[in-house]
């Protein structure tokens, strides 16, 4: 069965980002003077074929750990949807 | 009031996306044969004060399409939530 995935990767709080701080610095010229705390991570979609949700949940979290994320200086939260409604 | 705001932006589809194909090809040598249409964006979350949660959404819908999102390649969803509960 295919499953839909959502990762978001982001720094961990403490470590700089340098992306977000060139943002935050370039809004007040565009005249939004009212926006703060900008982060900039990454927004991953991926097509798993797994036996369950669990197990696609499972593998996901571990390819982040050994691919897609950097645990020591980001963090991932990762969702899993069904690709297809399951059989009646 | 504060409202924070998660930006995700992605490739329009049909656009090349080179870090999610480079990633795809990764993974197979690390075991993971049944993933498929890897595709990476960016994840932005802020904090903008406005009046309420239209406001908010209009103005980092305008930001998105000024600044943070390039409308010729890439798509954006946008969502708000208070920061912090309603005066009662």
């Known amino acids: 069965m295919k499953f839909h995935a959502q990762v978001e990767v982001t720094h961990l709080p403490g470590v700089l980002d340098p ?3 060139t943002v935050e610095r370039a809004l007040p010229a565009l005249g939004y003077t009212n926006v703060h705390d900008v982060r900039i991570g990454k927004s991953i979609r991926l097509t798993v074929e797994a036996p369950d949700a669990a ?3 499972a593998q996901v979290d571990e390819m982040c750990r ?4 950097n645990p020591v200086i980001e963090a991932f939260t990762v969702e899993v949807v ?3 409604p399951a059989a009646p």
């Not at 050994?66 to 994320?69: D, E, G, I, P, T």
């Open 19 to 21: 992306q977000g701080a």
């Open 55 to 57: 197990a696609a949940a």
């Open 66 to 69: 050994r691919l897609l994320a």
């Open 82 to 84: 069904a690709a297809e």
